[in-house]
Protein backbone atom coordinates (compact mmCIF):
# COMPACT_ATOMS: atom_id res chain seq x y z
CA UNK A 1 0.00 0.00 0.00
CA UNK A 2 2.79 2.49 1.27
CA UNK A 3 4.87 1.56 -2.14
CA UNK A 4 1.63 1.92 -4.36
CA UNK A 5 1.41 5.94 -2.55
CA UNK A 6 4.70 6.26 -2.85
CA UNK A 7 4.62 5.53 -6.85
CA UNK A 8 1.65 7.75 -7.16
CA UNK A 9 3.64 10.91 -5.88
CA UNK A 10 6.34 10.40 -7.45
CA UNK A 11 4.71 10.20 -10.69
CA UNK A 12 2.91 13.41 -9.84
CA UNK A 13 5.80 15.02 -8.82
CA UNK A 14 7.70 14.07 -12.13
CA UNK A 15 4.68 15.65 -13.81
CA UNK A 16 4.76 18.75 -12.33
CA UNK A 17 8.96 18.59 -13.16
CA UNK A 18 7.70 18.29 -16.62
CA UNK A 19 5.32 20.84 -16.55
CA UNK A 20 7.73 23.42 -14.94
CA UNK A 21 10.32 22.82 -17.50
CA UNK A 22 7.53 23.05 -20.53
CA UNK A 23 6.25 25.79 -19.22
CA UNK A 24 10.54 27.79 -19.09
CA UNK A 25 10.75 26.44 -22.44
CA UNK A 26 7.47 28.11 -23.92
CA UNK A 27 8.59 31.89 -21.70
CA UNK A 28 11.78 31.43 -23.26
CA UNK A 29 9.96 30.95 -26.74
CA UNK A 30 8.39 33.58 -26.62
CA UNK A 31 10.76 36.55 -26.12
CA UNK A 32 13.87 38.00 -27.89
CA UNK A 33 16.78 38.68 -25.81
CA UNK A 34 18.45 42.00 -27.15
CA UNK A 35 22.28 42.07 -26.25
CA UNK A 36 24.43 44.89 -25.41
CA UNK A 37 24.72 48.05 -28.08
CA UNK A 38 21.36 46.61 -29.81
CA UNK A 39 17.95 48.16 -29.74
CA UNK A 40 14.79 46.36 -31.01
CA UNK A 41 11.85 46.88 -32.89
CA UNK A 42 8.44 44.59 -32.46
CA UNK A 43 6.66 43.02 -35.46
CA UNK A 44 2.72 41.89 -34.81
CA UNK A 45 2.22 39.09 -37.05
CA UNK A 46 -1.67 39.15 -36.55
CA UNK A 47 -1.71 43.16 -35.71
CA UNK A 48 -1.02 46.11 -37.01
CA UNK A 49 2.99 45.06 -38.41
CA UNK A 50 5.56 47.39 -36.90
CA UNK A 51 4.91 49.06 -33.70
CA UNK A 52 6.15 52.44 -34.70
CA UNK A 53 7.05 55.08 -31.58
CA UNK A 54 8.58 52.21 -29.27
CA UNK A 55 11.91 50.99 -29.50
CA UNK A 56 12.90 47.97 -27.47
CA UNK A 57 15.87 48.24 -25.11
CA UNK A 58 19.03 45.57 -23.67
CA UNK A 59 17.67 42.58 -22.02
CA UNK A 60 15.13 39.86 -22.29
CA UNK A 61 11.96 41.21 -24.23
CA UNK A 62 8.76 38.81 -23.80
CA UNK A 63 6.53 38.65 -26.48
CA UNK A 64 3.74 36.44 -27.92
CA UNK A 65 5.32 33.41 -30.16
CA UNK A 66 3.90 34.52 -33.17
CA UNK A 67 5.43 37.96 -32.94
CA UNK A 68 8.97 38.88 -33.67
CA UNK A 69 11.09 41.42 -32.49
CA UNK A 70 14.06 42.28 -35.12
CA UNK A 71 17.45 43.87 -33.86
CA UNK A 72 19.58 45.94 -34.80
CA UNK A 73 23.26 46.89 -33.85
CA UNK A 74 23.23 50.63 -32.96
CA UNK A 75 26.84 51.20 -32.15
CA UNK A 76 29.51 52.68 -34.44
CA UNK A 77 30.25 50.09 -37.00
CA UNK A 78 33.13 50.26 -39.88
CA UNK A 79 33.24 48.60 -43.08
CA UNK A 80 35.79 48.53 -46.08
CA UNK A 81 35.22 49.26 -49.36
CA UNK A 82 37.52 48.90 -52.53
CA UNK A 83 36.64 51.26 -55.60
CA UNK A 84 37.78 50.53 -59.01
CA UNK A 85 37.55 54.30 -61.13
CA UNK A 86 38.92 55.93 -63.83
CA UNK A 87 40.93 59.36 -63.07
CA UNK A 88 39.96 62.68 -64.49
CA UNK A 89 42.81 61.51 -67.42
CA UNK A 90 41.50 57.99 -67.74
CA UNK A 91 44.03 56.29 -65.27
CA UNK A 92 42.75 52.84 -63.82
CA UNK A 93 42.44 53.48 -59.82
CA UNK A 94 41.98 51.30 -57.01
CA UNK A 95 41.02 53.15 -53.88
CA UNK A 96 40.65 51.86 -50.84
CA UNK A 97 38.22 53.31 -48.29
CA UNK A 98 36.61 52.55 -44.80
CA UNK A 99 32.99 53.83 -43.60
CA UNK A 100 31.64 54.61 -40.59
CA UNK A 101 28.05 54.50 -39.99
CA UNK A 102 25.33 53.25 -37.16
CA UNK A 103 21.52 53.43 -38.53
CA UNK A 104 19.65 56.34 -36.36
CA UNK A 105 18.40 54.97 -33.58
CA UNK A 106 15.61 57.56 -32.57
CA UNK A 107 13.74 56.33 -36.04
CA UNK A 108 14.37 52.24 -36.20
CA UNK A 109 11.03 51.67 -36.35
CA UNK A 110 11.15 53.67 -39.80
CA UNK A 111 14.04 51.92 -40.95
CA UNK A 112 12.86 48.66 -40.24
CA UNK A 113 9.75 50.28 -42.34
CA UNK A 114 11.66 51.47 -45.53
CA UNK A 115 14.62 49.45 -45.84
CA UNK A 116 15.35 46.71 -43.26
CA UNK A 117 18.05 45.40 -41.20
CA UNK A 118 20.22 44.54 -44.51
CA UNK A 119 20.15 48.35 -44.53
CA UNK A 120 23.93 48.93 -45.36
CA UNK A 121 23.77 46.25 -48.62
CA UNK A 122 20.37 48.18 -49.91
CA UNK A 123 21.31 51.69 -49.28
CA UNK A 124 25.19 52.74 -48.19
CA UNK A 125 26.83 50.19 -50.11
CA UNK A 126 25.38 51.71 -53.27
CA UNK A 127 25.57 54.62 -52.06
CA UNK A 128 29.38 55.27 -51.34
CA UNK A 129 30.24 53.32 -54.89
CA UNK A 130 28.44 55.32 -57.31
CA UNK A 131 29.51 58.76 -55.19
CA UNK A 132 32.95 57.34 -54.58
CA UNK A 133 33.57 56.65 -58.09
CA UNK A 134 31.75 59.92 -59.50
CA UNK A 135 33.59 62.14 -56.89
CA UNK A 136 36.87 61.01 -57.55
CA UNK A 137 36.53 60.14 -60.96
CA UNK A 138 37.23 64.42 -61.38
CA UNK A 139 40.58 64.37 -60.30
CA UNK A 140 43.57 63.50 -61.30
CA UNK A 141 45.94 60.72 -60.24
CA UNK A 142 48.30 62.59 -58.48
CA UNK A 143 45.58 64.11 -56.07
CA UNK A 144 44.07 61.31 -55.17
CA UNK A 145 47.48 59.69 -54.39
CA UNK A 146 48.60 62.37 -52.37
CA UNK A 147 47.51 66.13 -52.09
CA UNK A 148 43.84 66.41 -52.38
CA UNK A 149 43.00 63.18 -50.47
CA UNK A 150 40.97 64.78 -47.35
CA UNK A 151 39.52 67.05 -49.59
CA UNK A 152 37.90 64.28 -51.76
CA UNK A 153 36.98 62.20 -48.60
CA UNK A 154 35.25 65.41 -47.67
CA UNK A 155 33.43 65.31 -50.78
CA UNK A 156 32.26 61.69 -50.94
CA UNK A 157 30.97 61.68 -46.98
CA UNK A 158 28.80 65.03 -48.05
CA UNK A 159 27.29 63.43 -51.23
CA UNK A 160 26.63 60.30 -49.03
CA UNK A 161 25.12 61.70 -46.14
CA UNK A 162 22.92 63.58 -48.43
CA UNK A 163 21.46 60.22 -49.71
CA UNK A 164 21.59 57.92 -46.77
CA UNK A 165 19.96 60.98 -44.21
CA UNK A 166 16.39 60.39 -45.35
CA UNK A 167 16.50 56.74 -45.34
CA UNK A 168 17.24 56.84 -41.25
CA UNK A 169 20.70 55.85 -41.38
CA UNK A 170 24.01 57.86 -40.05
CA UNK A 171 26.90 57.70 -42.22
CA UNK A 172 29.72 59.27 -39.94
CA UNK A 173 32.58 59.99 -41.83
CA UNK A 174 34.36 58.54 -44.89
CA UNK A 175 38.29 57.60 -44.90
CA UNK A 176 40.22 57.37 -48.04
CA UNK A 177 42.76 54.65 -46.61
CA UNK A 178 44.77 53.76 -49.98
CA UNK A 179 45.16 54.50 -53.65
CA UNK A 180 46.54 52.10 -55.95
CA UNK A 181 47.92 53.63 -59.59
CA UNK A 182 49.31 51.80 -62.54
CA UNK A 183 53.29 51.56 -61.83
CA UNK A 184 54.30 53.66 -64.47
CA UNK A 185 51.47 57.21 -62.67
CA UNK A 186 53.01 56.26 -59.12
CA UNK A 187 56.65 56.26 -60.26
CA UNK A 188 56.31 59.79 -62.10
CA UNK A 189 54.46 60.93 -59.07
CA UNK A 190 56.85 60.08 -56.64
CA UNK A 191 59.81 61.63 -58.99
CA UNK A 192 57.99 64.66 -59.05
CA UNK A 193 57.24 64.90 -55.33
CA UNK A 194 61.00 64.20 -54.50
CA UNK A 195 61.70 67.03 -57.33
CA UNK A 196 59.22 69.28 -55.59
CA UNK A 197 61.44 68.75 -52.29
CA UNK A 198 64.51 69.34 -53.52
CA UNK A 199 63.39 72.71 -54.72
CA UNK A 200 61.93 73.38 -51.49
CA UNK A 201 65.21 72.55 -49.70
CA UNK A 202 67.60 74.70 -52.20
CA UNK A 203 64.60 77.36 -51.42
CA UNK A 204 65.82 77.12 -47.34
CA UNK A 205 69.37 76.89 -48.02
CA UNK A 206 69.04 79.92 -50.24
CA UNK A 207 67.19 81.79 -47.88
CA UNK A 208 69.23 81.21 -45.10
CA UNK A 209 72.23 82.20 -47.65
CA UNK A 210 70.61 85.30 -48.03
CA UNK A 211 70.38 85.79 -44.40
CA UNK A 212 73.91 85.33 -43.70
CA UNK A 213 74.73 87.93 -46.57
CA UNK A 214 72.43 90.23 -44.98
CA UNK A 215 74.09 89.98 -41.81
CA UNK A 216 77.73 90.19 -42.93
CA UNK A 217 76.52 93.68 -44.59
CA UNK A 218 75.13 94.79 -41.73
CA UNK A 219 78.04 94.00 -39.92
CA UNK A 220 80.92 95.69 -42.68
CA UNK A 221 78.63 98.90 -42.31
CA UNK A 222 78.88 98.59 -38.50
CA UNK A 223 82.57 98.49 -38.83
CA UNK A 224 83.11 101.33 -41.80
CA UNK A 225 80.61 103.15 -39.65
CA UNK A 226 83.20 102.67 -36.50
CA UNK A 227 86.52 103.52 -38.71
CA UNK A 228 85.01 106.78 -39.87
CA UNK A 229 83.99 108.15 -36.53
CA UNK A 230 87.40 107.20 -35.32
CA UNK A 231 88.98 109.12 -38.17
CA UNK A 232 86.96 112.34 -37.63
CA UNK A 233 88.00 111.99 -34.03
CA UNK A 234 91.50 111.92 -34.71
CA UNK A 235 93.92 115.23 -34.72
CA UNK A 236 97.82 116.14 -35.78
CA UNK A 237 97.40 117.86 -31.80
CA UNK A 238 96.42 114.46 -30.47
CA UNK A 239 99.04 112.22 -32.74
CA UNK A 240 101.72 114.35 -31.70
CA UNK A 241 100.69 114.07 -27.95
CA UNK A 242 100.53 110.33 -28.21
CA UNK A 243 104.19 110.71 -29.57
CA UNK A 244 105.28 112.58 -26.67
CA UNK A 245 103.61 109.75 -24.08
CA UNK A 246 105.21 107.43 -25.87
CA UNK A 247 108.72 109.10 -25.48
CA UNK A 248 107.95 109.08 -22.53
CA UNK A 249 107.50 105.78 -21.54
CA UNK A 250 110.56 104.88 -24.00
CA UNK A 251 112.52 106.61 -22.42
CA UNK A 252 111.75 105.11 -18.74
CA UNK A 253 112.18 101.66 -20.11
CA UNK A 254 115.35 99.55 -18.57
CA UNK A 255 115.31 98.17 -22.23
CA UNK A 256 115.68 101.08 -24.39
CA UNK A 257 119.34 102.24 -25.15
CA UNK A 258 118.87 105.02 -28.19
CA UNK A 259 115.88 107.20 -29.04
CA UNK A 260 115.96 109.49 -31.49
CA UNK A 261 113.23 112.38 -31.63
CA UNK A 262 111.97 113.21 -35.13
CA UNK A 263 112.82 117.14 -35.75
CA UNK A 264 109.69 118.79 -37.89
CA UNK A 265 106.66 119.91 -36.50
CA UNK A 266 104.78 116.38 -35.70
CA UNK A 267 108.12 114.04 -35.51
CA UNK A 268 107.13 111.24 -33.86
CA UNK A 269 110.46 108.96 -32.17
CA UNK A 270 112.20 106.41 -33.32
CA UNK A 271 113.46 103.65 -31.48
CA UNK A 272 116.87 102.44 -33.00
CA UNK A 273 117.66 99.49 -30.71
CA UNK A 274 117.71 98.41 -26.88
CA UNK A 275 119.34 95.45 -25.00
CA UNK A 276 118.82 94.49 -21.95
Not at 77 to 87: A, D, G, I, Y
Not at 90 to 110: C, E
Not at 198 to 217: G, I, P, S, T, Y
Request: proline share 3%; with cysteine; hydrophobic share 35%.
Amino acid sequence: MRNRQFKERLKLSDWRVWGVILLSLVLIGCGTQIDSGQLGVKYFKFGDGTEMGKIYGEGFNWHLPWNTIFTYNVQLQETEETLQLLSSDGAAISMDVSVWYRPDVKHLDSLQVSVGPNYYNVVVAPALRGEGRSIAGRYKPEELYSTKREEISTEILQAVQAKTRDKFIDVQNIIIRDVKLPKRISDAINDKLAAQQDAQRMQFVLQKEQQEAERKRIEAKGIADFQTIVTKGISDKLLEWKGIETTEKLAESQNTKIIIIGNSANGLPLILGGEK
